[in-house]
Structure formats: C-alpha cells, structure tokens
C-alpha cells in the first residue's frame, strides 16, 4: 500500500466517519478543518464514534449479529482478539489530528479526501489554496454525493491523480467505497484507491464512468425526495412515512432516519441545488423550507442529537 498519510478535509458526518475508520485500520490520520469552531464541533464525533466502536465490539463477544464487515473479515474472534480491535479503536481516537493549517495537514500527505460541503464554489476555493500545499505525488478524492468530479479536476493542479470516492453511512457496517474517476483520471491512480479503499476494510465498487450520484445515491436520492415531499406538502408525519416503508418492504430504515444520518444540512445543500428550491411555491421550494426550519432549530440530525428524532 503506498499510502501511508491521509488527510480528511472537513470533519461532517462522513468526513469524521473515514477520518475514524482509516485510524482504525493503522494510517496515519490528520483532519482538516476550516476554524477553531469546526474543530470543537468535530471533537464530539470522534468521541461518539469511539464509542460506537467499543460497544459494538464489545457486543460481538456474545452477539454475533454485533458483526460488522469493516472491523474485521471474520465473524468468528477470540474475546482476546476482540480485545485487541477495541485497544486499535481507542489508538485511532488518540491519534487523529485536527487542524486548520494547510501547511501542517497537507505536508507529506500521500492521500486527501474531501469532505467539505455540496457548495461548488467552496469545493473550488478549498481546492485552489490546497493544491499550493500538496507533494508532487499527492493523489486527491472527493466524497462529494451528488457532483462530478470533471467539474472540479482542474481545480487540484493534478486532475489526472484526482477522482471520487463514495461512502455510505455507517461505514463500519455499510463498508461500500464507490471509485469513480473522469476522463482525465489515469488508471494508475485508480487501482491506488482501490487498493487502499480494501486496507481500510471496505468493498470497493468500481464504476466505469461518470454518473451524478453514483450508484448507491442514484437509486437512494429519489426515495429521499419523494419522503421530503410528503412530509413538506404535509401528506404525512416523518414516523408514519417511514413506518410506510419499513412494514411495505422490509428495510431496517425509512427514509427519514436516513436523513437524519446523513444530516439534514447536507440534504439542503443537495436540494439546494436545484434552481428551483428558490421559488417558495414549488416543491423544491417547499422541501428547502421545510429542511431550513428544522436546521435553523439545531435540529440537524442524528449528530446534533435530534432531527426528525430525538436521540437524546
């Protein structure tokens, strides 16, 4: 694995994930973030995800449906060798440094992964300032949900050692890292990522070509909307929408806890978007509203303790 230092840029409900997950697995961690601010909000992640980790572990001594494929290959361990990943998860939680230095996050970086929020124009100012910082060999990624990584390459000073990078929620237990490059990726840098996407305990999925969403939020996205829709046009409660999906199909979520994990910032980001959203008599507009009343009342998902649930 050539990648030994990795830098996660911005500290959100995915970024704090990866930044964990990949101090988990051994690399050498650093998280970059915008202010002072960003980094006390950052801080209570880690140590929830910290948590998380030990509880679930813990768990998997007498539960083995505790199992989570991005801890470990095998659902059979020792308690010794349970033991040893809990001392791995409190090691990654020491060891992540947080930062708002571009000199000090980006020196010696081997991988970045940007984490910032679903803003062009943000994504394109972070890009432009970073790529004065970065190594030669420097490979970058975006987790970005929604945008294409063409619309940005040129950005980084190095668009053929830059592509994107696509988590799920929950990467401990939803371990899928989706590799998508753009015409000018070089496939060298490709099979890079893939490679280091299975060192940290993912399955890597390989897309062929650019696609707006992926293939998780391709399909995930439009169930999101069409949720925010009823609950924005008042058709139905957030429980009740969700009860609907769960007993009709089977899933473990509805769409609404869901959000709440991806956070409801993100999701107004997201419909944000849409030129429409500024027109307060159509749906965009009224799932934009909707979003902003409850983000405007610190409800901002699962992160902030209360969304369209409480979770504390």
Known sequence: ????????AGGGVLGSQIAYQTAFKGFNVKVWLRSESSIERTKPKFERLKNIYLETLEAMKTNPAAYCHGFTDSNNLSDKEIDALKEQAVKAYENIELTTSYQEAFKGVDFVIECIAEI??????FYEEMAKHLP??????TNSSTLLPSAFAEYTGRPE????????????RANTAEVMGHA?????????VVEFVDAIGMVPLKLN??????I?????VPLLNAAQALLA????DPETIDKTWKLATGAPMGPFQILDIVGLTTAYNINSMNPESQNMESLPGKISAMLKKYIDEGKTGINSGEGFYKYK
């Open 1 to 8: 694995m050539d990648f030994k230092n990795i830098v996660i």
């Open 120 to 125: 062009p124009a943000e994504k394109i100012a």
């Open 184 to 192: 000018g990726t070089e496939q060298k840098y490709f099979d890079k």
């Open 216 to 220: 998780l939020n391709s399909m995930l």
């Open 136 to 141: 030669e060999d420097a490979v970058v990624a």
């Open 161 to 172: 050692k830059y592509l994107a990078l696509h988590f799920a929620n929950e990467i401990w």
């Open 233 to 236: 046009t008042d058709v139905a």
């Open 209 to 214: 070509k650019e696609q707006p969403g992926y």
